[in-house]
Structure formats: C-alpha cells, structure tokens
C-alpha cells in the first residue's frame, strides 16, 4: 500500500494557476500550492477542515 497522498485541485479553480490541491488524510485533509507541490503540504484534523469547508460554502 502506497503512503503517497493523491492531491486534487477544486473544480472552482478550473484552470487557474494560483489554487491550492487538497488530499483526504485518513482523519482529515491536506492541502498543498499548487505552483509549489514539492515544499510541502499542510494537515487539518478532520474538525478543523469540516469547519472550514462549512464557513466556506455559507460564504459563496
């Protein structure tokens, strides 16, 4: 079993270049800079990305 972390762009982002990836963590998620994949990646717990994606679509 690979530990890679398979990253997606939004389909709200289409095709712009300055968007972020996310991965599904097994107790959250990861997000990443699209432009910059090899720096890095920052994980929410699970609450945290739940709550985000919440404020997120009550904003849209």
């Given at each position: 079993?690979?530990?890679?972390?398979?990253?997606?762009?939004?389909?709200?982002?289409?095709?712009?270049?300055?968007?972020?990836e996310?991965?599904?963590?097994?107790?959250?998620?990861?997000?990443?800079d699209?432009?910059?994949?090899?720096?890095?990646?920052?994980?929410?717990?699970?609450?945290?990305?739940?709550?985000?994606?919440?404020?997120?679509?009550?904003?849209?």
């Open positions: 079993m690979s530990n890679e972390l398979v990253f997606r762009k939004s389909s709200y982002s289409g095709q712009a270049p300055n968007c972020v996310v991965a599904e963590l097994p107790c959250g998620a990861a997000v990443r699209s432009k910059n994949p090899s720096r890095g990646h920052l994980p929410f717990p699970a609450a945290e990305w739940s709550a985000f994606l919440d404020s997120a679509r009550h904003t849209l």
